[in-house]
């Protein structure tokens, strides 16, 4: 697992930097549309790095503990996160 992920993120370096060439670089609809790419690219990794965690647990690399935790504090720091494309208006991919 911790190779594949490794795999799937060697390209995305490359794919991060020509898009902010087209972001800085473009007109608006392409630096827009490089934005939304960026935003989606963002996703992946962390999904991509979702799966690095997943395999340093189960190789023991990680060890969970459960704790107790205020609800609130979890949304609200989960808001606080999101705010500034919350503020945008903008569709969260």
Do not use: C
């Not at 490359?14 to 902010?20: A, S, T, V």
């Not at 107790?68 to 996160?81: D, N, S």
């Amino acid at each position: 697992m911790a190779s594949l992920a490794h795999e799937l993120r060697n390209p995305l370096a490359p794919i991060r930097n020509g898009l902010q060439i087209l972001r800085f670089g473009g007109s608006g609809e392409i630096a827009e549309n490089a934005r939304k790419t960026e935003r989606q690219l963002a996703q992946m990794v962390r999904l991509i790095d979702d799966l690095l965690d997943l395999s340093r647990i189960s190789r023991g690399k990680i060890e969970l503990r459960s704790e107790r935790v205020e609800l609130v504090k979890v949304i609200q720091q989960a808001v606080e996160t999101s705010r500034p494309l919350i503020d945008q208006g903008g569709t969260i991919y």
